[in-house]
Nanobody
Framework: QVKTVESGGGLVQPGGSLRLSCAASGSILSRYTMAWYRQPPGKQRELVAEIRSGTTANYADSVKGRFTISTDDAKNTVYLQMNSLKPEDTAVYYC????????WGQGTQVTVSL
């Protein structure tokens, strides 16, 4: 069973940047469509970004042009570069395989606030 460990979250001011990392044990990530999700307070989990075969990326309209997803097979890691952060980006962020999800990790909290 693949385990994912998300990290890199924190408190940042509006307009700031963060880079999230997701380490996935025992898997070559470019074999799959990998995705980042987020769950804002009191809301359901939503898809933020996905990347297929390590190259083709798609984004939710709310983050398009601000977030970039990438993978590094050598490190079994998926990244989410987040720029121009807004308060509405506040959420717990998770990564997972999009089709046939593994067990969810603990996520990483991102808080965008003054």
């Amino acid at each position: 069973q693949v385990k994912t460990v998300e990290s890199g979250g924190g408190l940042v001011q509006p307009g700031g940047s963060l880079r999230l990392s997701c380490a996935a044990s025992g898997s070559i990530l470019s074999r799959y469509t990998m995705a980042w999700y987020r769950q804002p307070p009191g809301k359901q989990r939503e898809l933020v970004a996905e990347i297929r075969s390590g190259t083709t990326a798609n984004y939710a309209d709310s983050v398009k042009g601000r977030f970039t997803i990438s993978t590094d097979d050598a490190k079994n890691t998926v990244y989410l570069q987040m720029n121009s952060l807004k308060p509405e980006d506040t959420a717990v962020y998770y990564c997972n395989r999009k089709y046939g999800a593994w067990a969810w990790g603990q996520g990483t909290q991102v808080t965008v606030s003054l």
